[in-house]
């Protein structure tokens, strides 16, 4: 079955040609101008990526708001903020609110699917992972259903988007390896920039926190990467 990629995008013209692009790719598209469309088509079927920009016709970070109801309805949805402002103030809310992308409107329509792509092949990746480890990481409190892609820390659910549980798989399968912001990168098939990484690993240790306020498997080793300890 197509994958199906929301395009939520107040200027006509660039989400036609995000729509073609996509389509192209061999992706079934569906596009929207308003939060208020994109909400009511998403409570009947949610997309499989959803790309947002930011301002969303009369609402300036409409896109923001767009994007806190989404992980209302699922943590793990892939969402990419695709948008004018470039910013870093507007690049660290778009990951504090649980996005697993922040790009500009000016790079390359190939990039953009680059980028979508990859996105793709860490879900699937995570559903089939290499080796015998099995669908299920458990390292101490935590464990990790690859097949679901859900995580849970002293049995208690932790709600992480899907960069988020990537990070945490990909440390914990090797509990005690340093893994530098490349080798993240690498292992992912994606490119993310060290902010990037450092606020995504700021969130995980945020959600493990709320539900253990000692939690402190996730490690940070300077100037080298992070490691996860049981």
Known sequence: MKRLIAIVEDEPAIRDNYAAAFTREGYVVRAYG???????????????LAVIDISLEDEP??????????????????IIFLTARDSELDAVSGLR???????????????????VNALFRRVD??????GDDGQLVRRGPLTLDVDRMRAQWEAKVVLLSL??????????RHPGHVKNRQQLMDAA???????????????????????D?????????????????E
């Open 125 to 130: 990746a995570l559903r089939k992972p290499p």
């Open 163 to 172: 960069t988020e549980f990537w990070i945490v798989h990909a440390l914990a």
């Open 189 to 211: 098939n994606v490119v993310l920039d060290d902010n990037t990484i450092t606020s995504h690993v700021k969130r995980i240790r945020r959600k493990f926190q709320s539900i």
């Open 97 to 115: 609110l649980g996005a697993d992308d922040f790009l500009t409107k000016d790079l390359s329509l190939a990039h953009l699917i680059a980028r």
């Open 61 to 78: 970070e409409g896109g923001f708001e767009l994007c806190r109801q989404l992980r209302g309805l699922c943590a793990e949805l892939p």
């Open 34 to 48: 308003t939060r208020a469309q994109a909400m009511a088509a998403f409570a009947v079927r949610l997309p499989d």
């Open 213 to 229: 306020p000692l939690f402190d498997a996730l490690q940070t080793v300077y100037g080298m990467g992070y490691r996860w300890v």
